[in-house]
């Protein structure tokens, strides 16, 4: 269940990211390959550098891993209600970087940070649901699991 509900933030996660790309692309000023650049290539190496470091930095791994078992032991992630406050907070991240766009296209600062900036937590997110299902294939956890 937990595994279901991390696949189902990443998804809501790419998919605002996706939209907020479609408007980026119709309103900001410059050519396609400095829109391609800022709100795809510079996030996706964001993107890269979160999930491998997550997954490959024991120290950060194992936080994330804590993480993700303290949120499993109350809990949290594993209701709707959570899951629609989380998604909710991705919109909001989301809908910033609409109004970043929108300032841009009438002069203001390109929004490159903030492309970035979700491209990495989208790398988050991913780890986060690889390394759910390392918690539920581990037996000793499973076994803790099933007696919740």
Same mark, same amino acid.
């Given at each position: 269940?937990?595994?279901?509900?991390?696949?189902?933030?990443?998804?809501?996660?790419?998919?605002i990211?996706?939209?907020?790309?479609?408007?980026?692309?119709?309103?900001?000023?410059?050519?396609?390959?400095?829109?391609?650049?800022? !709100?795809?290539?510079?996030?996706?190496?964001?993107?890269? @550098?979160?999930? %491998? $470091? #997550? =997954?490959?930095? +024991?120290?950060?791994?194992?936080?994330?891993?804590?993480?993700?078992?303290?949120?499993?032991r !109350?809990?949290?992630?594993?209701?709707?209600?959570?899951? @629609?406050v989380? %998604? $909710? #907070? =991705?919109?909001? +991240?989301?809908?910033?970087?609409?109004?970043?766009?929108?300032?841009?296209?009438?002069?203001?600062?390109?929004?490159?940070?903030?492309?970035?900036?979700?491209?990495?937590?989208? $790398?988050? =997110?991913?780890?986060?649901?690889?390394?759910?299902?390392?918690?539920?294939?581990?037996?000793?956890?499973r076994?803790q699991?099933?007696?919740?």
């Amino acid at each position: 269940m937990f595994r279901r509900m991390q696949a189902s933030v990443v998804a809501a996660a790419a998919l605002i990211y996706a939209a907020a790309v479609v408007n980026a692309w119709r309103v900001l000023p410059g050519g396609d390959a400095l829109k391609l650049q800022r !709100t795809a290539l510079f996030p996706a190496l964001y993107f890269a @550098l979160s999930l %491998v $470091g #997550v =997954l490959t930095i +024991a120290p950060v791994r194992n936080a994330v891993l804590k993480h993700l078992w303290i949120s499993f032991r !109350t809990g949290y992630g594993q209701s709707v209600i959570s899951v @629609l406050v989380g %998604v $909710g #907070v =991705l919109a909001a +991240a989301g809908g910033f970087i609409v109004w970043q766009t929108q300032a841009a296209a009438h002069g203001g600062r390109y929004p490159a940070g903030a492309f970035a900036g979700y491209g990495a937590g989208i $790398g988050l =997110l991913l780890a986060q649901a690889f390394l759910v299902r390392r918690i539920e294939r581990d037996p000793a956890l499973r076994r803790q699991i099933e007696e919740l």
